[in-house]
């Protein structure tokens, strides 16, 4: 009996590395680089569709010198000039009291060390940069390479790179020119600008344009075919939305929950009161004015050298992996390709005014004001949104700015417009904690000092409210329509109460547990990054929500517990790779070596192996489909493969339906009879919680 086992055993391991086996790469290293269609992004990809995993840091000739910083290149029109003493710690109100900003030869030190050591470490192979200080560019420069095969450097004056969700700030000016000529108000209900299609009256409050340029508006989040093929066709964008918006799911004004769609669908509505498409628009009103000659939404089509090749984590250039570019069909939302150089011109309207060029007004000044001022938060003192803008406090400043980031791309843009002081960096890589966090606590650090780390402070009913606050916690932003939902799902953040009022919250897309402290005023502070935190209650005082700045989250128990169904599913693997198992030794058993006879009759036992196959194989393409940076199935889609995919639990219902009636009534009557019966009953059941898990995370078609 152990030889045939161990024969057994040896045929399944030869079939197994059969089937893992992946053909060698045999691209010639310096091979030209393919015509790469296009990418996705941290605030517009579903939170849980990860990155694969770093497999080396770029090597010297590459990315600079790992033992010494990079040698930046620098545009010789860049107007620096001489600032003053060298960054400190955090102090709230040191840069509001008039600190002066780190001088010219300390802050690039800096800056250049800061990108050192990231690309050094591999985070990224190139990126562009530039920071404006008393509202004079002080330092524009590149590092490291746009395309890595071709040798071809970032360049800060002509490499474009794809900014992602930082286009919805050009979005947002553009609605606030409408509104200035009074062609457009904030506050009417948006259907009044729509023709080809309406927003359905789903609560008594309409949507507005102010709701949606502070993502209050209250639509379900959506990801499938919100792009296509860099050579497929894209439908105009209101065509697009009058068959892809998605619904209303929350009441408007009450929460956040950050929304492309609402975002294209503002677009939209600069098309319709303009009466030009969207690109026209800001090509005459804004990019031509401001002289942003290298900015554009939209990829261009054949590929200009000059865009930078997106990038994931593991590959064969170097440790990266080439991405693809593509067409977004939320272009107002995220669509915007431009260069460092483009985005000064841009940041520096901004910070004088409205005002450019010979006293020339892209909006007047108590626009800029209305735009600027914060609109919406969901906790007093934590981050919130002005019209476009996200707006902050970090180092005893109040910033605004946005993120962006799509398939290969990260970027960031923070200024605080009293100053005339910001920054605008982007590179190419996809957004990791690893890299932007960083980026982000460096850049401010240096720009707007302050002085020590925020501590804990004395409040009486901290333990008491943290301690109530334990629990998991889901993302308001999901898909609650169809199975992208799992990616918010997947990362489902924890959060514990070690003592003292302090939480720990674990973030899975960080990789790490973050403390926060808990203050006078009710909120709790992390010190390595000033983020805050505090709970939204119920009627009866009890938390139902957790917000992080201006992320809300909603608590989650049961059914609705990622932990749970990863037990639940690890038992249906086993369950069901026994049954694959048991079934193939004991054919392979009576004919190659003359077992005993099957109890289980053939018909059952086909279904049963079928089904078990069926399951075994979902969960392993939807483990792919999620640790996939790149699921072109979901934003392409839904391609074919995907809806397979998605017709897999059909089929598993319909073979569901005999297994259960031959778990009941059984196979005989005898001891090997009853223990079959068992294990049948067993897989039955198995099959029956992966199609629960389908169920509760929307993966069939009927979802779509």
Not at 121 to 144: C, N, S
Not at 157 to 175: E, M, P
Not at 246 to 255: D, T
Not at 356 to 373: P, S, Y
Request: with cysteine.
């Amino acid at each position: 009996m152990g030889g045939r086992f161990l024969l057994l055993g040896l045929i399944w391991l030869a079939c197994a590395l059969g089937s893992f086996a992946q053909p060698a790469d045999t691209t010639p290293a310096d091979a030209p680089p393919a015509t790469d269609p296009p990418a996705v992004e941290a605030e517009d990809m579903p939170p849980g569709f990860s990155s694969l995993p770093m497999l080396q840091a770029p090597p010297r000739e590459e990315s600079g010198p790992l033992g010494k910083k990079i040698t930046p290149r620098q545009s010789e029109e860049a107007d620096v000039t001489d600032v003053g003493p060298a960054p400190g710690t955090f102090e709230p109100g040191a840069a509001e009291a008039g600190a002066a900003p780190a001088d010219q030869t300390r802050l690039r030190g800096y800056v250049d060390g800061l990108m050192t050591g990231l690309i050094a470490a591999g985070e990224f192979p190139g990126a562009t940069i530039v920071i404006i200080q008393d509202g004079k560019v002080t330092l524009k420069a590149g590092y490291g390479f746009a395309d890595i095969r071709a040798r071809i450097p970032v360049d800060p004056d002509r490499t474009r790179f794809r900014v992602a969700s930082i286009s919805k700030l050009i979005t947002a000016t553009a609605v606030m020119q409408l509104v200035e000529q009074g062609k457009a108000d904030l506050n009417a209900d948006v259907n009044t600008y729509l023709s080809a299609f309406k927003i359905a009256p789903t609560y008594a409050e309409p949507v507005t344009l102010a709701t949606l340029l502070t993502h209050t508006a209250g639509f379900d989040d959506k990801y499938v075919g919100m792009s296509a093929p860099l050579t497929g066709m894209v439908e105009p964008l209101g065509q697009y939305l009058a068959e892809a918006m998605p619904p209303r799911v929350l009441p408007p004004g009450k929460m956040f929950a950050y929304s492309n769609h609402g975002f294209a669908l503002a677009g939209h509505v600069v098309e319709s009161v303009s009466g030009q498409d969207f690109n026209a628009y800001i090509q005459e009103h804004i990019f031509t004015p401001l002289g942003m000659n290298s900015s554009s939404f939209g990829v261009p089509y054949p590929l200009p050298q000059d865009i930078a090749v997106p990038y994931f984590k593991g590959g064969d250039e170097n440790g990266f992996k080439r991405a693809e570019l593509d067409r977004m069909r939320i272009g107002p939302a995220g669509d915007l390709i431009t260069t460092a150089d483009d985005m000064a011109k841009f940041m520096l309207v901004h910070m004088n005014r409205g005002v450019f060029g010979a006293d020339e007004h892209l909006l007047r000044d108590q626009t800029i004001e209305r735009m600027h001022a914060e609109h919406f938060t969901q906790v007093e003192g934590l981050d919130g949104w002005a019209y476009g803008f996200m707006e902050g406090r970090r180092n005893g400043v109040r910033w605004i700015g946005h993120d962006g980031s799509w398939l290969g791309f990260c970027s960031q843009l923070a200024m605080v417009p009293e100053t005339k002081t910001g920054f605008f960096i982007a590179y190419n890589g996809d957004c990791r904690f690893a890299a932007s966090a960083p980026l982000r606590k460096g850049l401010f650090d240096v720009l707007w000092p302050g002085r020590g780390e925020p501590g804990a402070e004395t409040n009486p009913t901290a333990e008491v409210r943290a301690q109530q606050l334990a629990g998991t916690y889901m993302a308001v932003r999901r898909a609650r329509s169809d199975f992208t939902v799992m990616a918010a799902a997947a990362g489902q953040l924890s959060v514990s109460a070690p003592g003292e009022g302090r939480l720990i919250v674990h973030l899975p897309g960080a990789g790490r547990d973050l403390l926060f402290l808990p203050q006078a005023n009710g909120t709790w502070i992390n010190p390595d990054f000033q983020w805050r935190a505090a709970a939204l209650v119920d009627g009866r005082g009890q938390p139902t929500q957790l917000v992080l700045d201006s992320n809300v989250y909603d608590r989650v128990t049961g059914a609705s517990e990622w932990a749970l169904w990863s037990v639940a599913l690890a038992m249906v693997v086993a369950f069901c790779v026994m049954a694959l198992w048991g079934w193939s030794n004991g054919f392979l058993s009576r004919q190659i070596l003359g077992g005993s006879k099957a109890v289980i009759s053939p018909f059952p036992r086909l279904t049963a192996f079928v089904a078990a196959g069926l399951t075994i194989g979902a969960l392993i393409a939807m483990a792919a489909l999620m640790a996939n940076p790149a699921p072109l199935d979901i934003l392409h889609g839904p391609t074919p493969t995907l809806m397979v995919l998605l017709a897999i639990p059909v089929a598993l219902g319909v073979l569901v339906i005999p297994m259960i009636y031959w778990s009941a009534t059984g196979f005989g009557t005898d001891r090997r009879a009853r223990f079959a019966q068992t294990g049948y009953a067993l897989l039955t059941l198995a099959i029956l919680v992966f199609l629960a898990f389908c169920w509760q995370w929307g993966l069939h078609p009927f979802s779509l």
